[in-house]
């Protein structure tokens, strides 16, 4: 889906670098605005908090986020690059690189920013050419290493006009921000204006949001809908993908929300976690003699806009250190809304350094262990690849089995119908099993059709004389409990050659036959009604014993014997000709009384008055006085 609706392509763009190297000046300089307004900030000279701006260039609409440098507010710094596409580097000429420069480079590098462009700021004062020299050094080896560098003046003022050029000719090389159906706007500023109530910032990311529509303040729960929506003064009826956002909430108090807190669609059905397994990466950049992280460690997690206490699982060592890669599990202090693929970065409790940065593996481990088998070979597996949607299908199915449709890989950055080719294209492979309800391995789901067909087949053979194996029973077996799964089961397995009977499974053609203990006592019983077809004995002298009656009992419920009454049963072949005999007598309206059908059929009243009484329950005949007529 396009964001390109007001005609211009949406992106953000981020300063970064050490104190007083100037970059509040410069975003004054591009884009008119003094991003310093807070009182604080205008007394120190120096930014404490975010700043923003647009930046219009040439079929772009830029929002600039202009970051603080000053070591104590890394953390706003953090803030404000989470959902940025453009790098500003600010680099002063007088002071060249600096340890603020290199930390909050290692910062984008850990938040995966591919693109820069480096401003050597107070270029008047001379040193281009040394200095130029030196950031080629410094980024070598990193994405950056052939970024534009502009030299710049705001006294003079110089190379204003190119850093523009340079900004638009980076921005033309990146694709538009990805719309997959789930907007997600965190939150950096949280205020009250008088006569509109409560309203929010942040950045716009991954799909669309509208005036009038009701959001889902995620991990807290609230619900609200927005009253209005502004984008740099501009008031919208609906916002793209990255645009910075004003929005008004009057439904919210300022209290209920906190900064970095995430604003998604209210039809949203991801959901929010205390746990999330990672891969965490630590610069091979560090000072030398940095401490190591230590298994167990509680360090201070950047997420958005958020901060918070987390503690750190390390899965395979004790200590990790720099210029290494480890998966890890991290518990929260309080619950997040993350999807795979999102970044954040790790800071010691002081918040004096930066320590590592981290991809989110899987944001809902759920009861799943850390080092249990599924979930090592979901991680390792995600770690290659955490942005392939095949491969996050894959994991996820291979560790959960089935997952249901409409619900599998909700907190991923893919839409519903990207998520829904990728199944197809996994069912196209033979790799999965696919109903209109759920999605399954392929493995798995021949697996359990063949434990059910093994479980039908050793009923039919410890119990030859049963129809099958009952349905509950196979359920109980099978330990399946989903309705959908057991129904898809089911109709698997009479596809593949099983029938269901009544309440029970049983293999086509399979046909029950008396067990040997029981054999003698059923043709003693077979023997005595042919002897007798018209007239058989009594069902206590067929059946004298424990094993003739249950011989009995099955060669009823085979359909072999019919029952006429409890003290009664005869043959069906025999049943089927009397009923003949009958209904011959009785067809063109004729009525008969019980002693004429007695003479007729060469049977006895014994058997002749339950047989009609049973011929009168399945509605063949009808009783008028002492005379039958067919129905």
């Known amino acids: 889906m396009s964001n390109e609706s007001d005609g211009l392509k949406h992106f953000i763009l981020a300063t970064a670098g050490h104190v007083d190297h100037g970059k509040t000046a410069l ?151 990805r719309d997959f159906g789930k ?99 630590r610069s091979a950049r560090l000072a030398s003699g940095t401490k190591p992280i230590v298994s167990g460690a509680i360090l201070n997690l950047h997420f958005g806009g958020a901060r918070f206490s987390a503690s750190v699982q390390l899965r395979e060592r004790k200590k990790f250190l720099p210029n290494e890669t480890a998966i890890a599990r991290l518990q929260l202090e309080t619950s997040v809304y993350a999807l795979i693929g999102d970044r954040f970065i790790l800071r010691d409790p002081s918040e004096r350094q930066t320590l590592a940065g981290g991809i989110v593996l899987d944001p809902l481990p759920g009861s799943n262990k850390l080092r249990g088998e599924a979930q090592r070979a979901l991680l390792d597996a995600r770690v290659i690849a955490p942005n392939d949607l095949i491969a996050l299908l894959q994991t996820q199915l291979e560790r959960d089995r089935l997952s249901v449709r409409g619900t599998i890989l909700q907190n991923t950055p893919f839409s519903g119908p990207e998520i829904e080719t990728g199944l197809e294209e996994l069912r196209a492979g033979g790799l999965i099993f696919l109903d209109e309800r759920f999605a399954a391995t392929m493995s798995w789901w021949q697996n359990l059709q063949r434990a059910a067909a093994k479980f039908i087949d050793a009923e039919h053979i410890a119990h030859p004389e049963k129809q099958g194996l009952e349905i509950s029973r196979l359920r109980d077996r099978l330990q399946l409990f989903d309705g959908d799964v057991f129904a898809a089961l089911m109709g698997e397995l009479r596809r593949a050659g099983y029938d269901q009977t009544r309440e029970v499974f049983q293999r086509k053609n399979f046909r029950p036959s008396l067990p040997p203990g029981l054999q003698h006592a059923g043709e003693r019983i077979r023997a005595a009604l042919s002897a007798r077809p018209m007239d058989p004995p009594p069902r206590k002298e067929l059946a004298p014993d424990a094993s003739a009656q249950q011989a009995m009992r099955f060669l009823c419920e085979t359909g072999e014997l019919i029952a006429l009454s409890e003290n009664l049963a005869m043959r069906a072949e025999d049943f089927v000709a009397l009923r003949s005999t009958i209904e011959a007598q009785l067809r063109g309206g004729r009525s008969a009384t019980v002693s004429e059908l007695r003479l007729a059929t060469g049977s006895t009243r014994r058997v002749l008055v339950p047989l009609l009484e049973k011929l009168d329950q399945i509605g063949l005949t009808k009783r008028e006085g002492d005379r039958r007529r067919l129905r």
Not at 39 to 58: C, N, Q, S, V, Y
Not at 62 to 79: S, T, W, Y
Not at 197 to 205: A, E, M
């Open 27 to 177: 975003v004054r300089a591009l884009t008119g605005v003094d991003t310093d307004r807070l009182p604080e900030e205008k007394a120190r000279g120096i930014t404490i908090d975010l700043g923003f701006a647009h930046l219009a260039l040439p079929g772009f609409s830029i929002g600039l986020i202009d970051v603080p440098g000053h070591e104590d507010f890394v953390r706003n710094m953090i803030a404000g690059v989470g959902s940025v596409d453009l790098a500003l580097l600010v680099i002063a000429a007088d002071d060249g690189w600096m340890p603020q420069t290199e930390e909050h480079l290692q910062i984008l590098l850990y938040l995966g920013l591919m693109n820069a462009v480096i401003a050597l700021t107070k270029s008047d004062l001379g040193k281009v050419d040394q200095r130029t020299e030196e950031i080629r050094e410094k980024l070598r080896g990193t994405p950056f290493a052939e970024a534009p560098i502009i030299p710049t003046s705001v006294r003079t003022p110089t190379g204003i006009d190119a850093l523009r050029g340079a900004l638009r000719d980076e921005f033309a090389r990146l694709p538009p921000p």
């Open 183 to 281: 907007p997600r706007l965190m939150l950096d500023r949280i205020f009250t204006m008088r006569g509109s109530g409560t309203v929010v910032t942040g950045t716009l990311v991954g799909g669309e949001l509208g005036r009038g529509e009701t959001i889902l303040v995620q991990p807290q729960g609230w619900r609200a809908r927005i009253r209005s929506l502004q984008s740099h003064n501009q008031t919208l009826d609906r916002a793209n993908p990255k645009q910075r956002l004003a929005l008004n909430l009057p439904e919210l108090s300022p209290e209920q929300l906190r900064r970095g807190a995430t604003i998604c669609a209210g039809e949203d059905k991801s959901e929010v976690s205390r746990v999330l397994d990672v891969v965490l990466e």
